[in-house]
């Protein structure tokens, strides 16, 4: 019965750290997004031995957008690098207007960022015009 007790408890920690609350509006994509288990102190240790072995990358923690001065929406997406290797990926972010709305520019091309391991780091973004309202970004694999 202590056993069972035991094992009981240790899934429950376990589930408690496999708790992710990603941003809603960043797309991570597979191989960009981070595959951990989770990062609480029982297993820490283990994810530290096999951090290659399961595929960690980057997590998005916080996604920020604020009005400029001059009128425009300027974005902030805060992240880590849960890897010991750095790691590259492209992003591209995408401006919406008051009705949710892509606005069509010619800057909206995919962007290189390379993120060092266990750091973290920050990416800035400026809408092109001064009507976006919103945003949409998403990430890929640079190949």
């Given amino acids: 019965m202590k056993k069972l007790e035991f094992i009981l408890i240790g899934l429950i920690v376990l589930a408690s750290g496999c708790y992710r609350h ?8 597979e191989g960009v997004g981070s595959d951990t288990p989770g990062s609480n102190i029982v297993t820490r240790p283990v994810r530290h031995a096999f951090s ?17 001065d001059a009128g425009f929406l300027e974005l902030y997406v805060n992240g880590r690098n849960e ?7 492209r992003y591209r972010v995408e401006w919406l207007d008051q009705d949710g ?22 990416i800035k973004a400026v809408a092109p015009r ?6 949409r970004m998403d990430t890929r694999k640079w190949e």
């Fill in 101 to 122: 709305l892509l606005i069509e520019t010619k800057t909206t091309t995919w962007q290189p960022m390379s993120a060092t391991g266990k750091s973290p780091f920050t």
């Fill in 22 to 29: 990603d941003e809603p509006r960043v797309h991570l994509r």
């Fill in 130 to 135: 001064t009507n976006a309202v919103g945003f």
């Fill in 83 to 89: 890897s010991y290797n750095t790691t590259r990926f």
């Fill in 52 to 68: 290659a072995l399961i595929g960690e990358r980057i997590e998005v923690t916080k996604a920020v957008t604020r009005m400029s």
